[in-house]
């Protein structure tokens, strides 16, 4: 192993085990990393600002925010290599990071949400896992990696609520709607033989009776957004944006959306105000009394 793929296991064991970062996320930073020192193919320690700025530049399919998430991933690492002392200065400290907008997410309307849902044929036990699985994702407000790690002795179907395990390994309760509780005992019912002990109390299972990946839900959610007429670009993130807003939009407590979803910071929450705000002020604009009858004014 050369210099460069050394430094980077060691990086990633860092994350690990001392930022206690997740899987994903540490994937994501060590394939942000290795890419870029891959094409510079010098030494991490001989990295230049120049370099740096050539490649994200060089990068022009990237929006800006993922520009931002790239700068993001090597700050981190340049920071490693001084905690190290590998170097001393951070060669993106000169680099400013794409200015960006607030960010509002992709919703689906509730309207939008059943016709996805309802397009899942319920005529095979693959059928009724995949509602269920959406039930879930919207219903409770999970994330996909918290939704295909679900173990069934998380779920409290008496009691109506769900134990999740979230970002940094940390639980929190979830109420469980009726609706989500209904897709889920059906398919109980009709529940692939796990294959092996492992995969006993896991929820969802895949045909082989193991556990089933977060690419398959990605696939699973556009095909049924296609079937069900929808255009919008659309993740399994959709789902959780949505129920978060449509909360909001009924009435519910910001911290209580907060507790739910396993945010840190209510400033996270806050942005589904934002998304929510959006609908009132665009009727605002439509019926505002000074709003030009004879389209814009013309010199």
Known sequence: MDFNGRILKDYSDYL??????????????????????????????QVTTEMIMDY???RTVLSKRSQARLLSSMRSFFNYLILEGQIRENPCDRIDAPKLGRYLPE???????????????????????????LEVLYGCGLRVSEAVGMAISDVFFTESFVRVR???????????????????LKYLRCRPEPDGRAYEDILFLNRNGRCLSRVYVFKMIKRQAMAAGINKEISPHTFRHSFATHLI????????????????????????????SRSWQQSILEHHPRKRQDGPVRH
């Open 16 to 45: 690990q085990i001392e930022r206690a970062m997740s899987p994903n996320t540490v994937a994501s930073y060590c394939s942000d990393i290795s890419a870029f020192l891959e094409q510079t193919e010098v030494p991490a320690v």
């Open 56 to 58: 994200v530049a060089s």
């Open 107 to 133: 919703v689906l309307s509730e309207e939008e949400v059943s016709r996805i849902i309802s397009s899942v044929p319920s005529d095979s036990w693959t059928g009724l896992r995949d509602k269920a699985i």
């Open 166 to 184: 979230g970002k940094g390994d940390k639980e929190r309760i979830v109420p469980l709607g009726e609706m989500a509780s209904d897709a889920m």
């Open 249 to 276: 939009e009924h009435g519910a407590d910001l911290r209580s959306v907060q507790e739910m979803l396993g945010h840190e910071s209510i400033l996270t929450t806050e942005i589904y105000t934002h998304i929510e």
